[in-house]
């Protein structure tokens, strides 16, 4: 089981930027994925990276958020700029083998992350 901890997330107006980290014990090989949740909403997946760098995006932050990760650092980003009001939610970290089906694997505490109007 990968342990994860997220952090960078606050409190920005609309139109600003955060960045968002993800310290992972260990994550080699592994998918890393950023998803989010807000209040009476489902988990949705923001964006994902595979070792290789392959990266993937929901339709709603394509163009305004990048994820990357450090493979040295056991560190996964996510920066989201041109931030909007309904991008409210609290953003969980999640590590999976590419085996392991998405929304499945280890997930971090979530760090919550408000955008005002």
């Known amino acids: 089981q990968v342990q994860l901890v997220e952090s960078g997330g606050g409190l920005v107006q609309a139109g600003g930027s955060l960045r968002l980290s993800c310290a992972a014990s260990?994550?080699?090989?592994?998918?890393m994925g950023w998803y989010r949740q807000a209040p009476g909403k489902q988990r949705e997946l923001v964006a994902y990276?595979?070792?290789?760098?392959?990266?993937n995006y929901a339709a709603s932050v394509k163009g305004r958020f990048t994820i990357s990760r450090d493979n040295g650092k056991n560190t996964v980003y996510l920066q989201m700029n041109s931030l909007k009001p309904e991008d409210t939610a609290v953003y969980y970290c999640?590590?999976?083998?590419?085996?392991?089906?998405?929304?499945?694997?280890?997930w971090g505490q979530g760090t919550q992350v408000t955008v005002s109007s």
């Open positions: 990276i595979t070792s290789g760098g392959t990266t």
């Open positions: 999640n590590s999976r083998t590419v085996s392991t089906p998405a929304g499945r694997g280890s």
């Open positions: 260990g994550f080699k090989d592994n998918v």
